[in-house]
């Protein structure tokens, strides 16, 4: 099984507004990312955790805050996103930093619409 | 330069066609190679993963790598109207990134 799921599929949200998006894997990897992908464009690393950790943080501006309750668990909490936030947000998995076949394996992404 | 690079096509192909894609780096660093392909609105899904120079395959698809050249490809034999998709290309350092080219989209005519 190399399933990622991610929840919701769809979101719209005002600016004001402040929602979560969820990803789960239960393949024992231990290390999970956040991309975002605009329109026609490669996925671009946003955060990566490492057994539970951060390791990886691309920059990205406070509004956007990752979390990892758990080994298969990922969250991304969003607070005063901007229009040009709307994207679509992956979540990948793999077994962990540091593994030479470290693969990852994505989720089908949550279509994120700011207004 | 970008440390990727790959034709954003499109690449418009007869069913039965053989294809080829390609992407060529510039960081000799680059260990790994996958291929990965993204449907309309979906999440990317790792088809083929290298570590080594030369040929890998599976089922329809092969894989290339050229590490003198810096240069990768995957072929497609007897395409398929259900490939038409976005082939993205992906290489990983020594950080364990994955630094992706911007992806090549494949139509199959029937």
């Known amino acids: 099984d190399t399933e990622v799921t991610q929840t919701p599929k769809h979101l719209v949200m005002g600016m004001t507004n402040k929602k979560s998006l969820k990803c789960e894997q239960h393949m024992g990897h231990r290390a999970m990312y956040w991309y975002k992908q605009k329109a026609k464009k490669p996925p671009e690393l946003m955060f990566v955790?490492?057994?539970?950790?951060?390791?990886i943080n691309e920059s990205v501006p406070s509004r956007f805050s990752p979390e990892c309750p758990n080994s298969s668990l990922l969250n991304l909490h969003l607070h005063a996103l901007q229009p040009e936030d709307s994207a679509l947000y992956l979540c990948?998995?793999?077994?962990?930093?540091?593994?030479?076949?470290?693969?990852?394996?994505f989720g089908p992404g949550t279509r994120l619409t700011v207004l | 330069q970008k440390e990727v690079e790959q034709d954003p096509g499109p690449l418009s192909v007869p069913e039965g066609a053989i294809v080829s894609l390609n992407c060529t780096y510039s960081n000799s660093a680059f260990q790994y190679f996958m291929w990965y392909r993204q449907y309309s609105r979906k999440g990317p899904e790792l088809l083929m993963y290298t570590y080594s120079s030369g040929n890998k395959e599976d089922g329809r698809f092969t894989a290339q790598v050229d590490k003198s050249s810096k240069y990768i490809s995957l072929f497609i034999r007897d395409s398929q109207p259900s490939d038409s998709a976005t082939y993205l290309c992906a290489m990983m350092d020594s950080s364990y990134k994955l630094i992706f080219g911007s992806g090549t989209r494949l139509l199959v005519r029937p």
């Open positions: 955790y490492s057994y539970e950790k951060l390791s």
């Open positions: 990948a998995s793999s077994q962990g930093e540091g593994v030479s076949t470290d693969t990852q394996y």
